[in-house]
């Protein structure tokens, strides 16, 4: 395991109680810190090695961070934020309240290579729309969803990273085609959540035929649930893929701890948490690889990614055309 900043000195440190704990802040979305989250056994893992308390703060869906923490600037109680991902990027460097990790990073399992400076991966995913196994006419593309009857639940790209996520899958996929896809789209969507949670729970209590997720979702029916019963749909034009990010705050208080806790996120530790709470594939393959289960989700054809800065070219454009689209 990689501990080299906490055994720095970190590790020194022997406060007398725990109310002379160095406090560490983390900004990140709801699910992450739900009881069936990986919040509780991460938080509980790291404090082990940290001499620390380690406090998670939710603060909506994932685009929804960057919001609170650029109207908080320089104030903001945070020193890490987790749970940004590769279509914020830019838009969150633009906003210099974060810092450089300086860290080494190691050899990640993803299916892209990661050079960036200020944020490391966590974990990684492909969004697509799940739905009762027993679904009949399943739609495998963007173009057969919009014809057909068949009614979705998606997040609102302002304020959720799913949200955003599928507008940047549309644009990848249609380019300058993506207007159309949204009109033929905008009859079968039911309503627009604020984030995954609300639209997931909507899903399962049979609001809509189809919601927008991922891949992994199905597993986490099949080994938390025991529940064969939901599927993700194989869309030909491929699946647009989502990495999920942290990074700490150049304001922090506690610059070497939220290094260290950035460290600690890509050890076996943390790591091994995020394929059964998270329910994503995890940056680094634990050792024990993936839990039984895993194998049974489908692999997109073709990997659909904008970089940082294409995402954020393209994410007005998209969003004007998401918004025209859907007030018709």
Not at 54 to 65: E, K, S, T, W
Not at 98 to 123: E, G, I, K, R
Not at 178 to 190: G, K, M, R, S, Y
Not at 274 to 286: C, E, G, K, L, R
Request: charged residues 20%; hydrophobic residues 45%; glycine residues 6%.
């Amino acid at each position: 395991m990689r501990y080299p900043i906490l055994a720095a000195g970190l590790l020194a440190v022997t406060p007398a109680s725990a109310q002379d704990l160095p406090v560490l802040t983390v900004y990140t979305y709801d699910s992450f810190v739900a009881d069936w989250g990986p919040g509780p056994a991460i938080e509980a893992a790291f404090e082990e090695v940290c001499a620390c308390d380690l406090q998670f703060v939710a603060a909506g869906d994932g685009a929804a961070l960057l919001g609170r923490v650029r109207l908080e600037g320089a104030r903001s109680d945070a020193d890490v934020v987790l749970g940004l991902d590769t279509n914020l990027i830019a838009a969150a460097n633009d906003t210099g309240l974060f810092a450089p990790h300086s860290l080494q990073t190691p050899a990640l399992d993803m299916p892209v290579d990661w050079t960036d400076a200020t944020f490391l991966p966590y974990d990684w995913g492909y969004f697509a729309f799940v739905h009762n196994a027993d679904m009949e006419n399943v739609p495998t593309d963007f173009r057969a969803l919009g014809a057909s009857d068949t009614t979705i639940v998606i997040q609102d790209p302002r304020s959720s990273t799913p949200g955003l996520g599928l507008l940047m899958w549309v644009k990848a996929a249609y380019g300058d085609e993506a207007p159309a896809i949204w009109e033929a789209l905008a009859d079968n969507v039911v309503t627009v959540t604020p984030g995954w949670s609300e639209a997931y729970g909507l899903f399962l209590e049979g609001e809509a035929d189809m919601v927008l997720s991922y891949t992994t979702s199905p597993a986490y029916h099949l080994i938390a649930e025991e529940d064969p019963s939901k599927s993700a749909a194989a869309f030909t034009e491929g699946h647009y893929l989502q990495v999920e990010v942290a990074g700490k705050l150049a304001s922090s208080d506690q610059p070497e701890l939220a290094t260290a806790f950035l460290d600690f996120m890509l050890t076996d530790a943390f790591q091994t948490v995020i394929p059964t709470t998270n329910w994503m594939y995890p940056a680094v393959m634990p050792e024990g690889g993936l839990p039984e289960g895993f194998e049974t989700l489908i692999e997109p054809d073709q990997a659909l990614l904008l970089s940082p800065d294409a995402a954020a070219e393209a994410r007005e454009l998209a969003l004007d055309e998401w918004l025209t689209a859907l007030s018709r």
